[in-house]
């Protein structure tokens, strides 16, 4: 069974997965794409694209098995997580595997569309913004989903909401003191073991630091967390063979919550 | 065994999924029906046990449960009872995400419009004060939000016409899907049907031109064989609102 992975970067949903694919040893073919060019709109190959068309949680990555077009980081995660026989990064135990994934869904919910909003103004607004009409109408006509097509289009007008801004910085600032709280009795990893809760954590994170240092400061537990997730092994191996300075790759994220 | 004690409202959407897993797994409960139209989920009895504000939540033994599809998941895997997450990986992905396509980005719009047409004009009826001050005792900002658009009908147009071109679009990505295979996500019946039958058995009445047999059979021949078994019989016997009482809809043989 061939598996094709096309990723962006490794920093947020690309991250996830390239460290869960180094962590758990599975053995796919990966192949980089730029995220910010829209060449995930365009990929080949693909029979069963309704995965990779709804973009839920924006630009992450695919990965292609048999024509059909799997994504959404932490479920791709998992998957790889179930394939392997070599890592475990989720826990058996009933209940700690409800912990971790209701952890992950705080993440994703919370966190992941509050960062890649901020994320994208910083680095990627730039980029779009000077894109000629003529090439991001290409690019925006290729996006299948019209809500993901809109946040592309709001991004580079820059008329992204206030409040949305506002919002998200107090986002981040909240799973900062979550993760120093959730670490305050000593534990090494967020769930004790390391876990996909780790991995997708940091992914939204990392990148974090540059953008709001203010939100780590007096924040010793997470600031050394991350520092833990980013030695390990696997995480440092896929950082490095980016060769870039990560944190500056974005691309638009999932939406924030419309409803409740 | 631990005891275990289910918070729910009505066996529809959230509180209908661990509803419905464990009347599947064959798992008793107890069952505590949380009064959502009289704001139950917010007094202080209930806020001891989630102080979110959020319905459903299950207690098993010591440990609280909250998140209905996270609760339907803890079900399966602690307790015997049939198998409701096919064993192959790529199925078990494949589950994964139709649960959160539907829990995201298709029930909000859903519920958007139930609750602009059920919810808001029940809630409405009461006096202002009354609701301002339940308004308020509500945990979570934007739950604070979300109900003084409901009791104040206060949606934009450009918010509902969103969520019916999301209804519209779901229907025709679960009429697809379910021409691939039995299921909606595997071969086998599991959470993805639950977590999709409790989102969408209403349907052919709510959106009667969108699903019936003609435009979508299999979404139509999925919804039947879901009504069909006993613990979805037995599941929705313990509604008390009309609202669920629409899945009667499904007894007709050509809707």
Redesign the interface.
Known sequence: MAMILYHGAPNGPSLIVLAALAETGVDVERRPIDLLAGERHVLPGIGEA??LD?G?EGEGPVLV?DG?A???AV??A??FD??SDKASLQPSD??A??EM??WC?QIT?RLSPAAALLGNIEFSQETLGAMSDERFEELAGRIVS??LRSRWEILRDGAVDLAQIVDSRTKVLQAVERCEKQLGDGRKWLMGELTIADLATFAWLAGMERVLPESFRDKPLTTAWLQRVRSRPAVASVLADCGADVATFWAPGPEI???? | MAQVTLYHWEPNANSGKPMLTLMEKGVEFESHYIDMLQFDQHRPEYLAINPQGTIPAMTHGS?V???ST??M??VN??FSGPELMPKD??D??RV??WM??MD??LA??F??IGWSVFVGPIVRQRDPAELEAAIERIPLP??R??WRKAIHGTFSEA?IA??Q?RVALGIN?LE??LGKREWLASDTYGLADINGFNLAYAIPLSQPSLCNDEKTPNLLRWLRAVYARPAVKKCWALGRTDMVKRVAVLDGEQI
């Open positions: 309704v995965a709804m839920i098995v059909e799997m994504t959404d479920f791709l998992q998957y179930e394939l009933p209940y595997h409800w994934m209701m869904r919910e019209a809500d919550n419309r409803w409740g | 440990r449960l909250v998140e996270a609760i998941e803890y895997e602690a990986a790529r078990r992905w994964r995400w959160k396509f995201q980005w909000p719009s519920s958007m934007e739950r939000v979300s918010e969103e969520s071109r990505m697809q899907e």
